[in-house]
Every structure is written in C-alpha cells, then in structure tokens.
C-alpha cells in the first residue's frame, strides 16, 4: 500500500495568491514524522517544513505552513502570497517509527507547482 | 560551499559498464544517505552510513550495487554491470545525528544514463 499520497501531479497558480498541496500518509506507528521537500529544475532537494506526530501546533516557516489533521492522515502544506520562484515540484515524505534517528523517509509522487505572473 | 557535493553530475553510460559516484556530506554530519529517483516519481531510499558502518540497506539495492564511506566521510556508490534500468537520478543526503533526529540535508544528485 501506498505510504505517501500526492493526488495533484500538476498545480497552476496565480503569482500572489495562497496555494494549497495536499497530502495524505498510512502508517501504523504513534510516532513518526512529516516533510515537505522542493525540487527546482536544478534537481537539489530543499527541506521546507517538518511536522512531528506528537506536535500540537501546525508547523509554520516564514511562508510556509503544514495542514495536520491527524485524524484524517493528512498534511497539507500551504504557500502564502506564492512568487515565482516557487515554480518546483514538492514532495511530501514521510519518516516511521520511534527512532527519531533513522532518517529513511518515503517520498511521494510529488506535485509540480507553477506560479502565473 | 559548505552544502553536500556530488560528483559527477551527469554520467552517461553504456550497459554493462561499472560506474561510480561520489558524495561529500557536510563536515560535521555522521549521517549519510543514498536515494535513487526515476522519472516521475519520488525518491526511494538506497542505503545509509552513520560514520563508516553501513547501518541498513534497502531491498532495491541490488547485488550490483555496493556503497562505501571509508573513512566515515565522503561516500561512493558504485553500479556494476549497468542495466537500462538503473537510469535515474541518485541523490545524497546527510545529517547530524546526536540521539535525535536532525533535518537532513541532500545534494543536487547525480543524473545517470545507460545507453
């Protein structure tokens, strides 16, 4: 079964405007941890934003914020006042267990974001 | 540049030839990690090193493949015997691990082609 869910392969927004990616994870464990990553056309992937199962406060970085809903296994990441720089694929990933040291993360399918000017 | 380096950035390949590539984490990082992305889809986990000991190995690393960190700094991941399969992009990654975990941090990959 399919871990890390990205339903959106391609999104077109207007520059300035907020913009939502969804994601959605199946997992067993109480204790895991939540990524969002963007991979310009240069190929790096850049750490956005991380989400720890046991965190009660939505995670936030300057422009960014993640949607946790526990319940519904999901975490959204959101980009405020979007800019064109942010044209990317992101990819939500996801680390299991209680570990916190073993870093192996499953990746989505991600979603290509491109921003209108 | 103080980031994590991979060398080369683009390799093309004919099969059936060995290949090698090279990542140098961030200096104080004991953590390092291999992933493979293909097109349009997202990284899968290879391997990972805390200093020299290769600590887990997934399932989609062949026999072919084998990875080192000698010395517990720069990494080599060496393909033999390419297949067109193995055509993908191969990123690193590396972070610091004090009992908790750290965000890591991933280079800009290396594109392999076999032709």
């Known amino acids: 079964a399919q871990k890390i869910t990205q339903t959106q392969p391609g999104m077109f927004v207007q520059e300035k405007e907020a913009v939502t990616l969804d994601c959605t994870y199946d997992?067993?464990?109480?204790?895991?941890?939540l990524f969002w990553y963007k991979q310009p056309s240069s190929g790096e992937m850049i750490f956005l934003i991380y989400?720890?199962?046991?965190?009660?406060q939505n995670a936030t970085e300057g422009r960014y914020s993640l949607n946790f809903q526990k319940a519904r296994k999901s975490a959204n990441l959101v980009i405020s006042a979007s800019q064109l720089g942010d044209s990317a694929m992101y990819f939500c990933?996801?680390?299991?267990?209680?570990?916190?040291?073993?870093?192996?993360?499953?990746f989505g399918t991600g979603t290509r974001l491109t921003i209108i000017p | 540049d103080t980031g994590v380096s991979q060398d080369p950035r683009h390799k093309i390949t004919k099969r059936g030839q060995n290949v090698t590539f090279r990542c140098d984490p961030i200096s104080e990082h004991n953590r390092l990690y291999w992933y493979r992305q293909t097109l349009g889809q997202g990284p899968e986990f290879l391997t990972y090193f805390q200093n020299e000991a290769q600590l887990e190995k997934s399932r989609l690393l062949s026999d072919r493949f084998s990875a080192e960190r000698p010395k517990g700094s720069f990494s080599t991941l060496e393909i033999q015997r390419t297949e067109q399969g193995d055509s993908a992009m191969y990123l690193c990654?590396?972070?610091?691990?004090?009992?908790?975990?750290?965000?890591?941090?991933f280079g800009q990959g290396t594109r392999l082609t076999v032709v």
């Open positions: 989400q720890g199962s046991y965190d009660e």
């Open positions: 990654a590396s972070s610091f691990y004090v009992g908790q975990n750290t965000e890591a941090f």
């Open positions: 990933a996801m680390r299991e267990g209680a570990d916190f040291g073993n870093e192996k993360l499953t």
């Open positions: 997992t067993s464990d109480q204790s895991y941890g």
